[in-house]
């Protein structure tokens, strides 16, 4: 199956630092990639659709200027978590499509703690 | 009501058990259903993957849909320990290369005992 790499998978921050996350298909490029976040024994929401080279598309009630969501090639995508608080702290997990294929592959997730 | 209903467990089974792992839904619009596994603190990986009602056979795994009933199934055979993780039902309207999202269920934990 493709691969997705996620990085960092652990990340702890103090409040009101900014902490990126990236996002690689490895071994196919990726017309769209989606960013989740998934609380403790919860299911995965999706934040945010990302494009390469266009703007994402974020969710209702996702704040853009907090997620900064950068597409810059077909085998990148980031994450930024701005001015991070406590209250951002969760698991990160982005993930993948190849063209228009219907199968989601996702990475191996980053846990965000913000102290 | 949530679109997509999973009982979160734990399910506990012993080594060998039959699992059956289920969902609801209240979208009739969705015609692609997936499930998924996650370890703690991991990314879902793909198990099964079906398009409208059937069945469809991967192994110790078995996928149904019964679109009829809005209810889809997963079964796994001769569980081992190393099953043991939460299972993710989802599911699309459409293709999400075409711009559909997946909804996802919260999430089965199934435990597989010795």
């Known amino acids: 199956g493709a691969v997705v790499s996620q990085h960092p998978s652990w990340v702890i921050c103090k409040s009101g630092t900014s902490v990126k996350i990236e996002c690689r298909s490895l071994?196919?490029?990726?017309?769209?990639m989606f960013w989740y976040r998934q609380f403790p024994k919860q299911s995965l929401m999706l934040m945010a659709t990302?494009?390469?080279?266009?703007?994402?598309?974020?969710e209702q009630g996702v704040e853009k200027d907090k997620f900064l969501i950068n597409h810059a090639s077909l085998t990148l995508s980031t994450l930024t978590v701005t001015s991070a608080h406590p209250e951002d702290s969760s698991f990160y997990i982005c993930?993948?499509?190849?063209?228009?294929?219907?199968?989601?592959?996702f990475g191996s997730g980053t846990q965000l703690s913000v102290l | 009501q949530k679109e997509v209903e999973q009982d979160p467990g734990p399910l506990s089974v012993p080594e060998g058990a039959i699992v059956s792992l289920n969902c609801t839904y209240s979208n009739s619009a969705f015609q692609y259903f997936m499930w998924y596994r996650q370890y703690s603190r991991k990314g879902p990986e793909l198990l099964m993957y079906t398009y409208s009602s059937g069945n469809k056979e991967d192994g110790r795994f078995t996928a149904q849909v019964d679109k009829s009933s809005k209810y889809i199934s997963l079964f796994i055979r001769d569980s081992q320990p190393s099953d043991s993780a939460t299972y993710l039902c989802a599911m699309s309207e459409g293709l999400t290369g075409g711009g559909n999202k997946l909804t996802f269920g919260t999430g089965t934990q199934l435990k597989v005992e010795l």
């Open positions: 071994d196919f490029q990726a017309t769209t």
């Open positions: 993930s993948a499509i190849r063209d228009t294929s219907e199968k989601l592959f």
């Open positions: 990302s494009n390469e080279g266009s703007k994402a598309t974020y």
